[in-house]
């Protein structure tokens, strides 16, 4: 199994950034493909992006596409969500996710480890 705590989130203005981090704890951080999600209230769970295991191959929706870039440090069992030119409409809160399947997915139901979420909130 795998714990993953999110930090980094906060309150900014429309086109600022934000780096989110992820921390896992457990012996088998370098098993599981990593994803990152957003929720606001009211709505879906959203797909953000993901990144691979080990090729580090990356996915993102096409909402955050050439503003947020998606990596990961196994050394150090964490994963980060660098976030450019944020938009009011990227308030959510931004949860960070583990899967154990071997294929690329955007699906949340193929994630079966979630942090608690950190709150991003973009004004103007």
């Known amino acids: 199994q795998v714990q993953l705590v999110e930090s980094g989130g906060g309150l900014v203005q429309a086109g600022d950034s934000l780096r989110l981090s992820c921390a896992a704890s457990g012996r088998t951080f370098n098993d599981y493909n990593m994803g990152w999600f957003r929720q606001a209230p009211g709505k879906e769970r959203e797909f953000v992006a993901s990144?691979?295991?080990?090729?580090?191959?990356?996915s993102y929706s096409d909402s955050v596409q050439g503003r947020f870039t998606v990596s990961r440090d196994n050394a150090k069992s964490t994963v980060y969500l660098q976030m450019s030119s944020l938009k009011p409409e990227d308030t959510a809160v931004y949860l960070c996710a583990a899967t154990s399947h071997h294929f690329r997915t955007s699906a949340p139901s193929a994630y079966a480890y979630w942090g608690q979420g950190t709150q991003v909130t973009v004004s103007i």
């Open positions: 990144i691979s295991r080990i090729s580090l191959s990356t």
